[in-house]
């Protein structure tokens, strides 16, 4: 009953390892360099890339189920060889696989989605580990300078997130289906920043940027245009677009954590 876990040190797969162990399931950990990954003990780190298919055929033996991702390096790009990938996997035998999605379709939610094998496709809305973006000038002005500030998503803690895809990989019933994630409540960039303040125990100032200024900042930063071009699409929509959602709580039996709870669980990052 192995599962393999790609993206294990990433801010979702860190939590889908620590919940698997939590349920007694042995993990294997995927990443392109086995030191120091700081995971758990216990778990089997193998070294492997998704972005190179062939270094996955000794990580896939012997595994039960596996977690995918469709992105990968450092500019967040979809996975180029989701066919090749989800070949080997149905030749390794696995039958059970789940796919988180990335900002850009790529190649792997098609070949994932259209294969025989029992899939689950896990599509978040914004992560609340986004807001760690926030820290560096909170720490040093007391200040978060964000575009959209009336724009209300419903944040989901990546924990959540983690928890849904070990319980999918565990358990049945879930082939075929795709899960759109939220947390428990709408919250505009005012309330965000309240909150967040309030677990800090100071008051934080908003400052809305204009679009034209982000898109600026993130081409300094050397954020690729496709992903600024996202963020755009993301967030620059009507009031009412973004809805929660009880998937959570159906899948794991468990009301989907708050921002304030995440917040609180990370307040030492922004003193």
Not at 144 to 163: L, Q, R
């Amino acid at each position: 009953m192995t599962f393999l876990i790609t993206g294990a040190t990433g801010s979702v797969g860190r939590h889908v390892v620590d919940e698997l162990l939590r349920m007694g399931a042995p993990v294997r950990a995927l990443t392109r360099d086995p030191a120091g990954v700081g995971l758990p003990a216990g778990v089997q780190v193998v070294r492997g890339d998704l972005a190179r298919p062939e270094t996955l055929v000794p990580a896939l033996r012997g595994v039960t189920g596996v977690h995918l991702i469709d992105v990968g390096g450092p500019d967040y790009a979809p996975q180029p060889h989701g066919k090749e990938v989800v070949e080997l996997v149905r030749e390794a035998g696995v039958r059970k696989v789940t796919l988180l999605s990335g900002w850009s379709t790529g190649t792997l939610e098609a070949a994932v989605t259209g294969s025989d094998l029992d899939w689950t496709y896990v599509q978040p809305t914004e992560f609340m580990v986004n807001a760690m973006a926030w820290a560096d000038s909170v720490r040093a002005a007391g200040v978060v300078e964000e575009p959209f500030g009336a724009t209300k998503t419903a944040m989901v803690h990546e924990a959540d997130i983690g928890a849904v895809i070990a319980t999918v990989l565990t358990g049945d019933g879930h082939a075929g289906h795709s899960y759109g994630l939220t947390g428990p409540e709408l919250l505009d960039m005012p309330a965000k920043v309240r909150i967040l303040g309030e677990a800090i125990g100071r008051e934080i100032a908003y400052v809305e940027l204009g679009v034209a200024e982000m898109c600026e900042r993130y081409r300094a930063r050397g954020v690729p245009e496709e992903l600024i071009a996202f963020q755009v699409e993301a967030f620059d929509v009507p009031d009412g677009v973004y809805q929660v959602t009880d998937t959570v709580q159906a899948v794991t039996g468990r009301p989907p954590r708050t921002f304030a709870q995440w917040a609180a669980e990370h307040a030492e990052a922004f003193l």
